[in-house]
């Protein structure tokens, strides 16, 4: 599987838009692009996920670059409750084998 | 649905004590999996299940052993504790949607070994 590469921290002001950055210039035809975010201790949370379009949810959106060597996650409007620590992980469908990095902790200040 | 549930929250043992971590999903996902979380760190993938009686490692497998016999539960065998395997340890569930899959998490057991 392909590694990634993010940012440890970023800051954000709450109601602007946090444009969370990743590296994965190893990222194969087949990988996906997942993002997952984990908040303080909890279990991580599936976000969204791109093969090669850009992917908008109620959550985030996805924006992955024509040569699929790196993704922006973007949250709209941050709030204080987005406050975590958020993963970019690339895979196949091999169910279950996600491999996940160091994430990048995201502060949403007020 | 109760979606992915783990047993105990909270473990203590001693070094050399064997336990079993409890993981459940009710969701009849095919592929189920563990893993381990140190103090700020990120997941590492211990084992993982790709269906009932298949089981395979991942980044971090020794020390710990995995059966699959039922869809629903995998459970996560500590054979012989050591202090290094303290940890809050994570299991997840997912299935094979066009061509993808989306894990859903437990809670997790947060584990200390003295």
């Known amino acids: 599987d392909a590694k990634t590469t993010q940012p440890t921290s970023m800051d954000c002001a709450e109601g602007r838009a946090a444009n969370l950055p990743c590296n994965h210039s190893t990222i194969s035809g087949n990988e996906y692009v997942y993002w997952y975010r984990q908040i303080h201790s909890q279990g991580p949370q599936y976000i969204i996920h791109?093969?090669?379009n850009n992917e908008t949810n109620e959550m985030a959106s996805l924006i992955i670059t024509e040569d699929r060597k790196s993704s922006t996650l973007i949250l709209p409007h941050a709030t204080l409750r987005d406050t975590a620590v958020y993963y970019c992980i690339v895979g196949g469908n091999q169910g279950g084998k996600l491999i996940f990095g160091q994430g990048t902790e995201l502060s949403v200040k007020p | 649905n109760a979606g992915v549930t783990q047993t105990p929250k909270f473990q203590v043992l001693k070094t050399g004590q064997s336990m079993t971590l409890q993981c459940a999903q009710d969701m009849n996902h095919e592929y189920m999996s563990w893993y381990r979380q140190d103090p700020g760190m990120g997941l590492r993938l211990i084992h993982y299940?790709?269906?009932?009686?298949?089981?395979d490692q991942g980044e971090v497998p020794n020390g710990y052993n995995v059966s699959r016999s039922t869809t629903e539960d995998f459970p996560l065998r500590l054979l012989s504790a050591a202090p290094s395997q303290t940890s809050v340890y994570f299991c997840a569930s997912s299935y094979d949607l066009r061509g993808y899959n989306e894990q859903f998490f437990g809670p997790g057991t947060r584990l200390t070994v003295l």
């Open positions: 791109g093969l090669k």
């Open positions: 299940s790709v269906g009932a009686g298949i089981t």
